[in-house]
Every structure is written in C-alpha cells, then in structure tokens.
C-alpha cells in the first residue's frame, strides 16, 4: 500500500509550481490589427494633394530604382567601363535625393490628415480589443507580417466608416 507519508513534499508540490512559473505572456493575447492607410486617407476630405503625390512618388520611385538596378548591372559586369560606373553612380544619387525629397514633401502633405487618421485608428482599435494596430503597406513591405486572417484582423473598413460618420 502507497504511504503519502513516504512521498516527499517538494515531489508534491512541483507540478504546482510548473504552472505557477508559466511566463505571463503566454497567459495574454495580444490582438493585432492591421489598416490599410493609404485606402483610409483616400476616403477622406481634403486628402486628393497626398494620394496624387503618393501615387506620382511611387510611380517615380520605381522607374528610379528598374534604372538604377539597369545601370548596376551594367556597372558591375566585367570589362564595365568607367562611363557605365559613372553613371550608376550618378543615377544611384539622384534615386536618395528623389526618394527622401518625396518623403519631407508626403510628411508635410500628410500632417493635416495624420491627426484624424490616428483617432479613427485609435478609437476603432479600443472598441475591438486590438492592442497592436500596423499600417499594412508598411508590415507588407518590409515583411513584418507572415500572415494575417484579413477577415479578423483588417480595421481599414470600420476606420473608414469612423471617418466618415466624423464629417
């Protein structure tokens, strides 16, 4: 017959223990939503000067970098002459010079609507419980987000109809 005398009191007390160090971060969850910023600035007033800049920056910006990827091919190939280092060179600078300019100027064209935006964002993010809120075209580039259930997780209808309900 099994004595519970016999038996240790630590050996008892241990699978109490495994469950009472379990890190806090696994006991939460973290919500995670995402907006599609461009699509909800579109819908608002006033925002046609950023979405055309947007769309001429982006349009820019990439014939910019196909010549720029076009003249470092060329660049590094072997027997490349001087001239085609040059001009990589050239064009290479002309690609940051255009690219940060285009970024002060959206700055500046989107601190008017940032305010409005961010509050929409805010507010409709409180409602539903998201702790965490990523711009899409951002996670999107810079491959933030593996994968998202856009059915769960996209905020960009409700923050639309924030904005608009707002006017």
């Known amino acids: 017959m099994f004595k519970l005398a016999a038996v240790p009191k630590v050996a008892l007390l241990a699978p109490l223990a495994l469950f009472a160090l379990q890190p806090h971060a696994q006991q939460s969850k973290t919500?995670?939503?995402?907006?599609?910023?461009?699509?909800?600035?579109?819908?608002?007033?006033?925002?046609?000067?950023?979405?055309?800049?947007?769309?001429?920056?982006?349009?820019?910006?990439?014939?910019?970098a196909k010549s720029v990827q076009a003249l470092l091919a060329k660049a590094s190939a072997a027997g490349a002459t001087n001239a085609s280092k040059t001009a990589y060179?050239?064009?290479?600078?002309?690609?940051?010079?255009?690219?940060?300019?285009?970024?002060?100027?959206?700055?500046?064209s989107f601190a008017p609507l940032a305010s409005r935006v961010n509050a929409a964002v805010a507010a409709v993010a409180k409602a539903g419980g998201f702790s965490v809120v990523l711009d899409q075209r951002v996670a999107r580039d810079t491959r933030l987000i593996i994968y998202a259930n856009s059915q769960t997780t996209d905020l960009t209808p409700a923050v639309t109809a924030k904005l608009k309900a707002k006017k």
Not at 35 to 51: D, E, F, K, M, R
Not at 89 to 108: E, G
């Open 31 to 64: 919500k995670l939503g995402i907006v599609n910023v461009q699509t909800v600035v579109a819908a608002l007033p006033g925002s046609a000067g950023y979405v055309a800049l947007t769309k001429k920056a982006d349009t820019d910006i990439q014939a910019q």
């Open 89 to 108: 060179t050239t064009a290479a600078k002309k690609y940051q010079a255009a690219a940060q300019s285009y970024q002060k100027q959206l700055q500046v």
